[in-house]
C-alpha cells in the first residue's frame, strides 16, 4: 500500500516572506539563492512524507512543528485537514515570538 504525503500549501504571508528573503540573496548570489530554494522545498518534501518526525515548539503545543535543518532559515508549519501548511519561513538568528501564532 502506497501512502500519498499531504499537500504543501504555504500561508500567503509565509510565500511572500520566503520569496523576498531569497529574493534579497539573489542579488549577490543566485546560485546560492536557488541552492537555498531547493532545500527548503527538499525539507518540506520530507516533512510531508513524515510531518511527526519534526520537532513541536513547546511554547505552541504539539499542534506546530518546526524544521532547523535548512540553515539559514527556520521553517514552521502544522499539519491541517491533511495538508502541511506553512506558516512562516524566518532566519534562525531572528527572534521567535509564540504569541504571533496563538
Known amino acids: 500500500m502506497v ?10 504571508p509565509a510565500e511572500d516572506r520566503f520569496d523576498r528573503m531569497l529574493a534579497y540573496i539573489e542579488v549577490e ?6 541552492k ?4 527548503v522545498m527538499a525539507a518540506l ?9 519534526a ?3 513547546p511554547a505552541l503545543g504539539r499542534t506546530y512543528r518546526e524544521i532547523l ?3 539559514p ?8 485537514e491533511g495538508r502541511l501548511r506553512v506558516i ?3 532566519g534562525q538568528e531572528q527572534d521567535f515570538d509564540p504569541e504571533r501564532f496563538l
Open 3 to 12: 501512502v500519498k504525503p499531504p499537500a504543501i500549501q504555504w500561508a500567503d
Open 29 to 34: 548570489n543566485p546560485v546560492v539563492a536557488r
Open 36 to 39: 537555498l530554494w531547493g532545500k
Open 45 to 53: 518534501e520530507q516533512a510531508a512524507r513524515y510531518p511527526e518526525l
Open 55 to 57: 520537532p513541536h515548539i
Open 69 to 71: 535543518t535548512v540553515h
Open 73 to 80: 532559515f527556520r521553517v514552521i508549519y502544522r499539519v491541517e
Open 88 to 90: 512562516v519561513v524566518m
